[in-house]
């Protein structure tokens, strides 16, 4: 799945770490996600649409 | 880089330090008294299974530490790592096993045996993330 949370991230000129700090997950977590090697849960991935105010579907981009 | 550190990473590393202060201990302790032959019967046999406990509370620590760890992305790497530790213990295993059965290798381990080779697996687990997902996880199994 991608997802465009770098460039989320990136808008708000927040450091992964300041993405984990704020999500209570580990960088490596930020990182991982952001490169496509893991897929959150719905919960986290809920979290994360919460944080920027904006549905998941704007956020995660389904590949096909 | 900040090196990720949960409340659960703190606690597994207490409880690995305390049972493996009491392993040390243990262990000592049984093999000072085999040698100097001071036990027997009954006794003998719960002397040479006290080492072996503390082996036990390590592998009741790793799941204690899957199951507190609260980040899910931590869990995960912790699960394959102790699945590529169980693949890697189960095939030496075997494989030493059927060397034995056709008496290709002497009997007994040298004390080398199913823990060791899983806790070497862990090690496995650890490369086998960081080549696959690019990270260890900081982990410190």
């Keep these: ?64 | 880089m900040a090196r990720y550190k949960s409340p659960a990473v703190r606690s597994y590393l207490i409880r690995l330090f305390v049972l493996m202060s009491i392993y040390m201990v243990t262990l000592f302790a049984a093999v000072t008294l085999f040698k100097s032959h001071a036990v027997s019967g009954v006794p003998a046999y719960a002397l040479a299974i006290l080492p072996a406990l503390p082996v036990i509370g390590v592998f009741w620590a790793v799941m204690r530490f899957l199951v507190e760890e609260p980040d899910e992305f931590m869990r995960m790497l912790l699960v394959r790592q102790c699945l590529v530790a169980t693949g890697f213990c189960l095939a030496i295993m075997t494989v030493w096993e059927f060397l034995q059965n056709f008496d290709m290798v002497p009997l007994g381990n040298g004390g080398f045996g199913a823990a060791f080779f899983w806790f070497m697996g862990l090690g496995v687990g650890a490369l086998y993330n960081k080549l696959t997902l690019g990270t260890t996880g900081g982990s410190c199994l």
Excluded: C
């Design chain 1, 1 to 64: 799945m991608k997802s465009r949370l770098k460039v989320l991230r990136a808008e708000r000129d927040w450091s992964q770490q300041d993405l984990a700090d704020a999500l209570g997950v580990s960088r490596q977590s930020v990182n991982a996600i952001e490169t496509g090697k893991y897929d959150p849960s719905l919960p986290l991935a809920f979290r994360i649409a919460d944080l920027f105010a904006l549905p998941i579907e704007a956020i995660f981009i389904k590949d096909n």
